[in-house]
């Protein structure tokens, strides 16, 4: 099987990949795997599995033809531009999250043998008043244009799935935390930084109300939920290719209370509530829970607690 | 006052022109009108008025400088590739109706004044299992290419005024009838060819079954709708740019009952049922009604009844 990540440079694709090389897709191993991002990608070593990289923009024709031209069995679409990143760059999130995807869309139609083709939307689908607990049938209402564009992604997955193009599956992810790395341009960057950095000794700022609602996924799940989202028959989900994902309902108080718990109050102390207002804007228009009934039903599971989170963030990362 | 209409060529465009020319906008008289279309208008001449026609593709840059390089108050934005059409040519539905609409939108952000920006949504922004009544809540789930088309302008229209480029307003707007002039590839072209040929003594075919479904809109509806959408005080509408109308829920049957009530027996017998399966599946899965709570809320009405749209009809156009 020939799977290509783009955005592979990132944590999540980084870790998707070895979940692919390790346990395969849909049951057969995966013999060659593209990682595609803005910059060359360091592929490891593995007998019997070619791993390329492939540098460059989405939009580039060579590009496209050097992580597809030999066919593919399945893409996880990963690169995208970040929240608050969008939001200051209004038409590099249009260029990358829109044109980007919509490129890599048409590449996979020309191949003609419909490939499975599995990316994200963001809880920023929904902004403004919302219920408390969003049903699967809600309208989008994005106030970003991060969300906007997912959104859109959304709608061109779905329908060039029914049009035969792609075997599109789009999965609704909540906040993932924790993050490894260094923080990023996401708004929500904050829900990984003020465990992170704690954990490591170091300062971390929470730009937002201890109250707000923050609908959370680790890591974990969230790859987990990337290879279930792959997998799942097409009959299945049917004309409809956007699963919005279970998550942890919690806010930056009750994170800062499972940090207290395992890191120590020393640790939870290291973070300082000092709030912004553009961050805080972005990230309370989010809503902080989700019914996700679909996605139950499909088998797709949430992390149980905070507790849960840190310590396996613990175990992978430190 | 200073407005554009794109689509103008079109039967609304023709009578939105009409109309903004007797009536103005928002109490200011139309003092130029821009006319655009893929070929050239004949523009009327009118007194203290200039009427300009600009002829090309939405994403032609001279185009869009003939039209609003001297800046812009109002844009109608009416151009686009109807549903049949856009389901055959995949490429071309996404042309006109997503590049070209972010292209106008483009170019209205350049001009840096935040011009009003009205343009047009479908029924066809829904599709597959829904309420018996669609409230203004539900998740767009097109089942067309031109369905998701819309839905795309909608967010991107909503998302571009968000972020004070143009102050943007979309309608959903039922499915017309009766339209004149002659049937086009949208898939509800018949539930205007099953009133207006009957009327002038030619057959028609209705290709769905006699119980589906329809919400219908009058032309004089619609043109009001439109207007009233570019009036609307920005404050009241908010982030959420995007408006279902109200409209009459009725179907075949009952259309073809009312012609009989109004144009007689004979005429109402030139309807023939043939069932198409190819617009049958896009039009059965349109909602038959929505609730348009906020529409009503903002003054937006709908019609009576068929009986009221076929006289309408015959009064504008017989």
Known sequence: MRVLITGAAGFLGRKLAAVLLSDGLSGTAVHELILWDQLPIAAPE???VIIRSVSGDLLDEECQEAAMGDGIDAVFHLAAVV??????????????????????????????????????SSVAAF????????????????RSTYGMTKVVGELMVSDYARKGFVDGRVIRVPTVSVRPGKPNQAASS??????????????AVCPVAPDTPIWLTSPRRAVTALV????????????????????????PEEMTEALARIGGAAAAARVEW????????????????????????????ADESMDEII???????L
Request: contains cysteine; negative net charge; proline residues 6%.
């Open 83 to 120: 929240s608050a990143q969008a939001e200051a760059d209004f038409d590099l999130g249009l260029r990358v999250n829109i044109d980007g995807t919509r490129a890599l869309l048409g590449a996979c139609r020309k191949l003609g043998t419909c490939p499975r083709f599995v990316t994200t």
């Open 228 to 251: 279930k989202a792959a997998e799942i028959d097409a009959a299945a989900l049917g004309d409809d290719r956007v699963i919005t994902l279970p998550g942890l309902r919690t806010t």
């Open 274 to 301: 000092t709030r912004n207002e553009d961050i805080e804007a972005i990230v309370a228009s989010w809503p902080g829970a989700f019914a996700a009934t679909r996605a139950k039903a499909l088998g797709f599971g």
């Open 127 to 142: 902004g403004g008043e919302l219920p408390d607990l969003v049903p699967d049938t809600q309208a989008p209402t994005p």
């Open 46 to 48: 593995i007998s019997d």
């Open 190 to 203: 904050f829900a990984s930084s003020i465990i992170r950095e704690p954990l490591n000794g170091e300062a």
């Open 311 to 317: 310590q396996a963030h613990i175990e992978d990362e």
